[in-house]
């Protein structure tokens, strides 16, 4: 089990005093059971723990149960006293169950005493299939993603290195020492991403070729999970989706005859949503807003962001090329570092997606596109991926031209540093970051 920074959201969840039951959402394998489980350990008197999974615990809750009965059932079945505040009840795979879905609403109306987390892997998907819905405004989500950066230096024990990146502000680079080594870590984690199933099987034997058969797995169990929640007529698309995505990590692309198919554009623009709604991959959409707030462009192309860069290392069979010294410069087009741009902003935000886009200048205008945008409040951030130390940073300076507000970040493999650059007359400030303070993005926060 991982020290996850959402431990935190969890402990600040229970002492919230109008409590709502906790829906975890999250993909599957990312750590949600061993998270919640690390949690009851440290903050309740015990847990009760239910896996609609196991077919033992299943058949208990297939039929609609008021409240009362379903605490009876319990604490007859579980041999374990429900006590106010000091047990946690946690629901594990609760999509297996509409009757448990429902009740959640009571815990919030009669019983807000006793605290109640549940998760899924394939809630939306199930709601789309089966018509399920939660009680609205009586449940609160949260989001759990693979492991950002800082987790990953966590889990490997370098506490001193991380308490040093998390102090970082952007004004002050980090001592060349740290640098260099915060270069190699980041380094590290492109290869093997933020799996904890991956990262517990590299932490100990330090071997990537035995990571070959854990990643095949996984891509194995998400296709699997496909006839869990979609009509055979459709899972072929999700299939074809979930096998060649990968290959498409950090690109735009478009619905239509999508990885080499001859599927037409309405049947994996469904299949896409459908793999978004479940967490697979992420479908970051055009804007050429210029100012708050951004707007979609739905016919525009989209970029592709995967669950995992290691899932893409895999699937992209160049996990060999980490086995020399190598840099993410011109490294398959710069598309792995804006997997790992992506990935991790993405796993920024707990408590509800973002509205993560990037920025394309109208076609008549000629061709300008930066990597992700996003807005807080009237302030836009453009946030430009170069792969190494170096690039032009044409599209940046035009997206700080044409909009209102504008604060331009360069994401690279370079040093902390802000620069003034010139275009058309006018100067613009430039903060550059490296890679491995992506954790620290919320701080940007503070520029807007």
């Known amino acids: 089990m991982f020290d996850r920074k959402m431990l935190k959201y969890l402990i600040k969840w229970k002492d919230q005093p109008d409590r709502k039951p906790l829906v975890i959402r999250g993909a599957r394998q990312v750590g949600k059971t061993s998270i919640v489980i690390m949690f009851a ?23 609609e149960l008021s409240l009362k009965e379903f605490l009876t059932v319990l604490q007859i079945e579980f041999k ?9 009840i946690f629901i594990d795979e609760i999509q297996n169950s509409p009757s448990l879905i429902a009740l959640l609403r009571f815990f919030y109306e009669e019983r807000p005493d006793i605290p109640v987390i549940a998760a899924g892997s394939l809630l939306e998907a199930k709601i789309h299939k089966e018509g399920l819905s939660f009680p609205v405004g009586r449940v609160e989500f949260c989001y759990l993603y693979p492991l950002d950066f800082f987790e990953f230096l966590n889990a490997k024990g370098q506490k001193e290195l991380l308490t040093l990146l998390e102090k970082a502000d952007f004004t002050t680079p980090p001592a060349t020492t740290i640098h260099e080594l915060a270069e190699r870590e980041f380094s590290e984690y492109a290869m093997i991403g933020g799996m904890p199933g ?3 099987e590299y932490l100990v034997n330090q071997d990537i070729n035995k990571l070959r058969p854990i990643y095949a797995s996984l891509l194995t169990a998400y296709t699997e999970d496909v006839n869990k929640y979609a009509p055979q007529a459709e899972a072929k698309y999700l299939s074809h989706i979930i096998d060649t995505a ?25 299949a896409f949503s459908l793999l978004e709604k479940v967490m697979l ?9 210029c100012q708050a707030p951004l707007v ?17 290392n895999y699937r992209m069979n160049i ?18 570092a804006e997997q790992l741009v992506g990935q991790n902003l993405l796993a920024s935000y707990l408590n509800s997606p973002p509205s993560l886009l990037y920025w394309a200048r109208e076609r008549k205008e000629g061709s300008a596109e930066v990597d992700f945008c996003l807005n807080f409040g009237s302030t836009l951030l453009g946030l430009e991926v170069k792969a190494g130390k170096t690039g032009r940073l044409k599209s940046l300076l035009i997206f700080g ?48």
């Open 401 to 448: 031209e044409n909009t209102q507000h504008p604060v331009l970040v360069r994401f690279y493999s370079g040093e902390l540093k802000r620069e003034s650059a010139s275009f058309h007359g006018k100067t613009y400030s430039i903060l550059s970051i490296p890679f491995y303070l992506l954790p620290r993005y919320l701080a940007l926060t503070q520029l807007c």
């Open 319 to 336: 996990l060999n090329d980490y086995l020399r010294p190598f840099e993410l410069d011109g490294f398959y087009q710069g598309r792995i």
């Open 281 to 289: 991959l992420s479908q970051i959409r055009a804007t050429s807003s």
């Open 198 to 200: 991956i990262l517990k």
């Open 41 to 63: 350990k440290d903050h309740f008197k015990n847990l009760i723990h239910i896996n609609l999974e196991k077919t033992e615990h299943l058949r208990l809750f297939k039929k």
């Open 296 to 312: 979609p462009k739905e016919k525009r192309p989209k970029k592709l962001i995967y669950l995992d860069v290691g899932l893409v």
């Open 246 to 270: 990968p290959l498409f990590a950090g690109n735009t692309f478009t619905y239509e005859k999508f990885g080499g198919s001859n599927f037409r554009s309405r049947e994996m623009s469904k």
């Open 80 to 88: 374990q006293e429900i006590i106010p505040q000091e047990t946690l």
